[in-house]
Structure formats: C-alpha cells, structure tokens
Nanobody
Framework: QVQLVESGGGLVQPGGSLRLSCAAS????????MGWYRQAPGKQRELVATITSGGSTSYADSVQGRLIISRGNAKNTVFLQMNSLKPEDTAVYYC??????????????WGQGTQVTVSS
C-alpha cells in the first residue's frame, strides 16, 4: 500500500495564489506519473493536471495558463502552483499517483484531499 499526503490548501481571494504539495509516505518507490484531481460540491471528480516521470505535463482547459504542476527534488513529490484563482476553482483537491508496467496500470493511489476555497 501507498499513502499520499496533500497540504497547502486554504482560503484565498479571487486572483490570489496557493501552492499545493503532495508527498508519499509509508512505502517508498517511484511513480510513473502523478497528478491532481479536484471535486467540487455536487460535481464529479475531474482531472486538473498530470506530470509523467519524463516531465511531460497535461492540463485541463479550465486551468491552462493559471495552474502549473511540477515535481520536487524528491521523486515521489509533486506540486501544484495555483495562480489567478477563480471561485470556480473551489474544490477538494486530490493528489494522484500511478505505477505502470509497460502499458498496464499496476497501481493507482489517492490522497485524502485538501480543501481550496476561493472567495471574497
């Protein structure tokens, strides 16, 4: 089993910034990809951004240009720099990590989530 822990959420005004962090604890190994999902009240969980072990990134259209995903010096860490935040960014943000063997996903892991609230 793998444990992921998110941090950095909080309350911020529209136009403000937050930096989310995610790190693995417990079992230590490298992930093939990590990313961030979010879930707003009454909505399904949606993909926000991903980053592969090779450094390739992908973003949801709604956050393109405002949110930046990056990897930390530690292999099993990932950050989400959130700029120009909007009220519609309000959600619980979940860290995600996957391990693969070739084209097969061998493991998918989730953190407990951190609340981000964008409001005046």
């Amino acid at each position: 089993q793998v444990q992921l822990v998110e941090s950095g959420g909080g309350l911020v005004q529209p136009g403000g910034s937050l930096r989310l962090s995610c790190a693995a604890s417990g079992t230590i190994f490298s992930f093939n990809a990590m990313g961030w999902y979010r879930q707003a009240p009454g909505k399904q969980r949606e993909l926000v951004a991903t980053i592969t072990s090779g450094g390739s990134t992908s973003y949801a259209d709604s956050v393109q240009g405002r949110l930046i995903i990056s990897r930390g010096n530690a292999k099993n860490t990932v950050f989400l720099q959130m700029n120009s935040l909007k009220p519609e960014d309000t959600a619980v943000y979940y860290c995600n990590a996957v391990r693969t063997a070739g084209s097969i996903v061998t493991g998918t892991y989730w953190g407990q989530g951190t609340q981000v609230t964008v409001s005046s």
